[in-house]
Every structure is written in C-alpha cells, then in structure tokens.
C-alpha cells in the first residue's frame, strides 16, 4: 500500500495557461476562451468528462439528459436544501448537504446499471439484437431469480418515468440509440416477462445509464449528470425556502413515539 | 420566532403530476417532457432560478457563464474531490466536499459583489452613465478609503482573468451589458485610478455577479452559476484521481514544523 | 493578498514521534501513550483545544457540558442523519450532512455570545459584581433596544432549558463560575427586566458560551462542544434509523402546495 | 419497495419531556439532568449507543479509545479542516468535510474487521483459544490467500500502533478482554505466520473494532468512536489554521504535470 504525499499531480483534464503573452486554460486540447460562447455547458461538460468534443447530435442529447434530472419537485435531495435554509446554513453547504445525501437507496442505481451492462456486453459494446435479448433474458433470470431487483428500473411515485421515456425518444431521432440503449429496452422486455406481464419502467437512474453509455462516458461517470443537474433544482428550493423565511424545520413531539426505557432510577456503575 | 415543523411545504417551483392520464413534472408552468429536447440545460437552469425562459440570447449569456466557470486546474474545489478519492470516498461526497468549501476568501465575493450592486443601485436598474460612474467612483472611496477590496475584483494567478473579459464580449454582442454591467466597468475604472493607474481586473466571481443581475436573478442566486458548473470539474478531477489509483493523500511528517511544548512529564491535575 | 500553497504546515498541537525507538504522539507536549488509561476523554479534549491539561475540577465542568449537549431526541442535528440513513447513504456521510447542517439559526448562537462577552469585557476578564451588572444592562439596552434577541437565551420546545441550569450548578460546585458565567447570569436578569418581568431562559448555546470562557478557551472554540458531543446522537439515530430500515423519507405530493404558474404553452424564446 | 413520509418516527434513544413540571431528556430511560455531573462523557456515550450504562470499567475502557482516536497530527481528517479554514469556510463545515473524507482506504477498516468478526464467531461470542486459533488460522489463509489484507492491521507511518497496544493494556487491566481481543490476537499471530514471521501490527481501526464488539456495541457501531473523537482534532487544526490566517492553500501551477492534449484548433463538431 504505497500512500502519496499533496505534490506530485498529474491530469489530463485542464491547463492553466498564463505566461504575459497567453491568460487561458486549456481543457482536454481547447482553449476555454475559445470555447466561452461557442459550446454549450453540456457539450463543455462532455468535453471535460469524456475527453473529447461532442458531435452537435451528441450535446443535444446531452442536454436532454441533463434537463431531465433537473427538477423533481421537492424530493429529497431538495428537501433537504431546504431544510438547511431553515437552519440558516449558507447556500454552499445546502447544496452539498443535498449531493451527500445520494446513496444506495437513491441515485446509485444509474451507476449500479451501467456497470452491470458493462460487466455483461463489455466497453464499446455492438452486439446484435439476439444476442442482446439472450443476454437481457440470462441478466433477468440471475438477479430476480435470487429476489432481487434490476437496477435502473421501477419508480415510487408514478406508473411510468415520463422522462426516461422523452430521453430514450430524443436519443433515438439523435442517432445516439445504441447497443446499452437498446439493451436496456430488452432487460424491460424480460422483467416484463418474469413478472407475467406487468412491466416495471425504466427510470430517470437506468436512463443516465445507458445514454452515458452509449454516448461513450466510461460507466463511473453515470451519477455525473444526476448530481450537477440536480444541484439547479437544490439551489432553486434552497433559496425558496429562505425567501420564505422558515425556521427551524422539525419533528413535533407528538410525532415522534417513543419506545425505549421508561424512566429508572439511576443505576449503579461499579 | 416562530418554528415550523416538517409539513406545510409551499413551492412555485414546480409540481409533480401524477393521476393516470398525465405523468410530467410542471416547472414554472412549463411541461419538462415538452422542455426535454427542446430547451438548453442552461435555459433550463435558467427558467427553474428565474421563473421565467430566458429569450435565446439570454440563453446564450448564461451557457458562456457556465462554460466560463466550468474548470480551473486543480483549484481547490476540484483539489477537495481529488483528496477525497484517495480516501476512497464516493463521489458524491466528493463533490459535496469541494462545494462545500466554497467560503468567505473563495467564491463568496460574487454574492457580496451582487448584493453591493443591489445596495448601490436598487433592483432593475437602470441609471445613465455618468451617475454610474459617480456611484462607482463612491463606493470604490468608500470601500478602498477604509482599506478593503472591492469584491469581484481580483485574481492570484492571472494579471487578467481572460474568462471574465470573454463572458462580458459575448454579454453585448447579446444585449445582455446591462447597468449592472456597466456600473462593473465603472468599478474598475474607479479601482484603476484609486490605484494610481494599477488595474485590478474583474474576476470570475465578478462577472457572475454583474450578468446574473443583468440576466434578471435576484443576488441571491449569483453563486449557483459557479456551483453548478464548477461541480463538472469537480466530478472530472474526482474520477481522474480515482483512476490514478492514489491512496491517503497526506502530508510528509518533515514538511509539517512542530513549534509546539517539548515532551514533558504529565502534570498532576489535581 | 498572499496565498499558500500545500507545503509549509505549522503547528503547536501534536507531533507523531516515530523514530524507530519511540512510537508515540506528543499533544501539546504530553505523551498520547501516557494519556491512554491516564486521561478522560473530556480531558484531552481540554488539552488539545486549549493548550494544557485542566485540573480535575475542570474536567468534571467540560464533561458536564459535554454530556448536556450530547441529545436532544430527535432535533434537526439528527433528523438529518436519520434522512441520509434512509436513503442508503454511509454513517459519516450522515453525521458530516447533520454537523454541516449547523447555521445562523442553529447552533451559531453560542459563538455569538462567547464573542459579545469578550468584546463587552476582554479577554480573562475579571470584572467585580456591579460592573457586570452595568456592563450586562447597557448590553441588553443596545441590543433588544433595537429589536434583536440577545443570543445565547430562550428555546423554543422548554420553559426553561434544564441541562443549562445543571450546567451553571455542577461549575459553581467546581469553582468553574467566574466572571463569563456571572455576567450570563446579570444578562439573563437584564432580559427579564427588559421584558418587564418576563424571563427568556439561557439556553444550550449560551451555557457553552459562558462555561467555554470560564475555562479559559478562545471564544471561536465554543461551537465544538456542541459538534463534538452531539456526533454521538447524530450517529445514534443515523443507525436506528438504519435498523428500522426505512427507505426514501419523502414529502408525500399532497403536503406540497403548489402556488407557482399553471400549466402554459411552451413561450417561444426569440 | 415501501417508502416513508417525514412523519411516523419511532425511537427509544430519547424522549424529550417538557409538560410543565419537568422539563428533562429522557436518555434509554435515564433522566440527562441527572447524568449532568454525574456520568463522564464516555459512559454517556456508552449508554446511547449501547442502550444501557456501562459499569466504571467499561468506561474506562471506552475513554481509553475514544483518547486514542482523539489526533494523529496533521492526517488527512484534519488536513480537510485546515483547507477549509484557508478558503474562509465556517468550522462545523470543516469539522463535516474531514468527517465525511473517511472512506474505503481511510477508517473504513475497522467496521469491516468487526463485521468480519462477527460473521466468523458470532454476536456474543465466547469461543475458548483452541477454537479462536483455529478460525483465525482459516480466515486469514481464507483472506490473504486471496491477496487481500485482513481488515484492522497495518499503518503507514509506525512499525507498530502504540496507540493500539495502549488500548489493548487497558482492556486488559479493566477486564474488557474478552473473545473479540483474543481473536484479534489470534489473527495477528496468523497474519505473522503466513508472512513468515514478520508482522502486521494491529492499528487503530482494529483496536476500535475488537473493543467495541468486547463491550457490547453492535459492529455498526465501530466507526463512531474514530468520528466522535477525530472531530476534536478537526476541530483544533482548523481553528489552528485560523488563526494562521492562511489563504487559499493550492497546488502551485508548476507541481502540476499536464499529460492531456495540446493545444489544437476548435473541433468542427457537426
């Protein structure tokens, strides 16, 4: 286990240029100057993240997917923004307050997904139709059959994920409908199947999955489009919630039932 | 002061519609399936922080910003993240991290550059030149009489901050160099000559500050432009650290001087 | 404004000693090895934050306060981890999103206070009876005269606050009652007197402020005995919460009032 | 997948009671006002997380490792802290990002080594030595046959843990030595074994684990002492920090090796 000290950085990401003549940065090759004004924050975005320019085709459906996560009333991750308001937190640390709070029951399933279909079809997967539907099939089989569920689908609070849906229809009229897409639309197909018909969508999770994937992000970057999209709609009721000048969100007494110890003396330690 | 407690949530934000035959989320009063391929992220952004769409100029305003603020090297909040995978921390709370230390002497200054504007000039401004140049000549005496800076202005690295300068040009080619704009311009020039002729150039925090309120944002929300971008690099140098594979990022113990007692015996408490 | 980079750390609280033949850390000059079995955690706490060790009466104060700070069912502090444990996210995620969750309207007030006493009477002050009284007089004059609350007093769920009372009893048994203290308790009359006879009660935040400087501490060390001892509760109800298994707390749609725009046609944006 | 409202709390940690004769926190059934002044910090945080009180030498033992977690010099939990404080970030969210820094390759080690404990011997376990040797021998051929480390051994910087063989003292002395001590020990003695005679130390992760599962604590519970008794040290490197009055500690421009693409001209995306 060799540990590392705080010098010795090596990225590929960015330069920092600024030598009298030139003031700029350089991102993965571009100018940052050149590209203020000529790129859109999602194309920017998947430059940084992908290491390359999108085609104008990719950044659309870039931008689909980042508008999709934006805003989801206020569900937790905003929630607890807001909560923070109330607190008179600032609003840094709202935000990250909500971006920490994304763990195994929430969000992490995009990522869960996209490294399931990669572990299945490998990186820059092309395989055809049937072998995808056998693969889809086997996937199902294996994990509903030990009880559990396929990560990227299944929704609490609707019988579909509209957005999921848009995203998949964007990316199709953008030719970015590729092999994770499809194979996502087969592992549906066979849940469908295990569960005698009744489908269970695919969701906001399993869509920034397979578009990730199909547009050439490695797997681990998934969560990537949930978290900065996201952080609009957590700014957005953070600064509600000031404005309404709460205080102090919390539980009543009365709604809290306890269920411990009544009261004792106090014991003896020896 | 009056608390409040987990129920009674008001929202203009958006809503949630879920009853059979509609499945959408309202946002502001727009459709998010109608805005999913067919509006920006930043115009997106931009209707969920505003209320509003913005008109495309607007639109493209606020991508430049974005994509200005997106990446800076290694910076601190993109440093955060970096640390955070070499303690093997998700990425999640890695990018909580480095939102999260965004404080008084980083990032904050935009906010207070915002909030000075709107103490100077009211909300909706629109004052003539020549009193913007004396409101600016002012507040600079004001500011620099008493030996502080003026927010917004300034950078360590750079003796321009090239972004800021590029932000601004693509501002009026949209006719988006507004008061708030201007008055940053006469700012500058009242710190020039406060200076003896020394320019302090407008910094990123700057121009946040200036075309958020000329875009229409109340100050408040001057810091989510660089949250939610910067949170792209944060994400990028988070995956590239973890790729690295680095393990516990720490300080030599010969770089750290000790200046502390010498070992003594333990004193009695008594 | 001169920066720092990551080199060049000075300290004067510990030093990690290996060196072959010892293996030890030395705090504030003391060994670690030593204090292990020699030293309460309250008392290393002292020492490490102020710079030597207490005497055994004051380890009994600071372990008093310690324990008054350590639960309060389930308050925001530990409502939050509770959120986070519901949503799959990890123990010290939880507890960092609840201690991160402290703010201008939570927890700041001890400090406030702490930093109002020292700037009405210095530092180590020593001030006899009626100049306290004057000074705590002209103090609550000034302050509730122009409409603000004096920090450090009143709690909204108790009459009084018990455990700051407790606290008060167990430092004047232990000669931990000094000027800080007695100038809490001239404020607290002030108050009543101000509010013609109507008592607001010094609360959790205030004992901390005042018990803090009577043991010698800088005034900005008076959040820690809240954060440190409160970590306890935080992780407590974060792992009930976990073993009760609940998944998503959410607002449900119907507690959410909606008063923002109605459903519109999508605005063309020119 | 049933998920949960805000509303619908159950808990038998605390009941807080204020019905205008008593104003008290009711703690696992003990009364807080009575264990202000009367039970140290540690037996309080014993009876919290464990349920019940400890006896006088549990407590001990428990302020024995909460001391020995309490600072390790500048490591990297309270490194975060101290960056916090240079970029002006408030304490508590210092305090929150080095707590929320601990990851898989950093403080995770010791829950994984009491859940390891607990799924080869047992809760409540009482194993006599020939069976205790027996396991330790399996697991660790089980383990580092592998190529993977047994989870609670090893540390960078010593060549032994002082601090854990400290802890193992007290233990002893105080009769906590009980089955998961001895196996820790047993697996030290195979860890050596197998590495042909040279040893893994036990380090303070492992010591947290086998003594918090001697007295009694769920194996949840083992990170909590690190972080409970870490964020004094977060705190003190902040405040240190602080007082420092440091800015923006960053990684100089020429420590960064650049390794991505050169300069090229804008990429017609299409």
């Avoid at 999108?54 to 659309?60: C, E, L």
């Avoid at 055809?128 to 030990?146: C, R």
């Avoid at 592992?187 to 489908?199: K, V």
Wanted: glycine share 10%; charged share 20%; proline share 4%.
């Amino acid at each position: 286990m060799e540990t590392r000290t705080l010098q010795g950085w090596q990225t590929s990401i960015s330069r920092v240029i600024s030598d009298g003549d030139t003031e700029d940065t350089l991102i993965r090759g571009h100018s940052l100057n050149e590209l203020i004004g000529n790129a859109t924050f999602a194309e920017t975005m998947f430059l940084l993240l992908n290491g390359k320019m999108p085609t104008k085709k990719q950044g659309v459906v870039l931008d689909a997917l980042l508008v999709s996560c934006i805003e989801h009333g206020i569900a937790p991750p905003s929630l607890i923004p807001r909560l923070y308001a109330s607190y008179g937190t600032g609003l840094q640390h709202g935000i990250a307050g909500g971006i920490s709070a994304f763990g195994e029951k929430m969000g992490a399933l995009g990522e869960k997904m996209a490294k399931l279909m990669i572990d299945k079809l490998g990186e820059a997967a092309a395989q055809d139709d049937e072998t995808l539907l056998t693969i889809a099939q086997q996937t199902v089989a294996e994990i509903m059959g030990s009880g559990e569920r396929v990560p990227g689908f299944g929704i609490p609070l609707h019988s579909r994920d509209p957005r999921a849906d848009r995203v998949i229809e964007i990316a199709k009229e953008n030719g970015v409908y590729g092999t994770y897409c499809r194979f996502a639309g087969y592992l549906s197909d066979a849940i469908t199947d295990h569960r005698s018909g009744r489908p269970v969508p695919l969701n906001i999770d399993g869509v920034c999955a397979c578009i990730a994937l199909d547009l050439g992000f490695n797997w681990r970057t998934t969560q990537m489009f949930l978290l900065t999209s996201r952080s609009v709609s957590m700014g957005a009721h953070y600064l509600e919630e000031l404005s309404q000048d709460t205080i102090w969100r919390h539980i009543p007494a009365d709604q809290i039932d306890y269920s411990g110890a009544v009261a004792k003396n106090r014991e003896t330690n020896t």
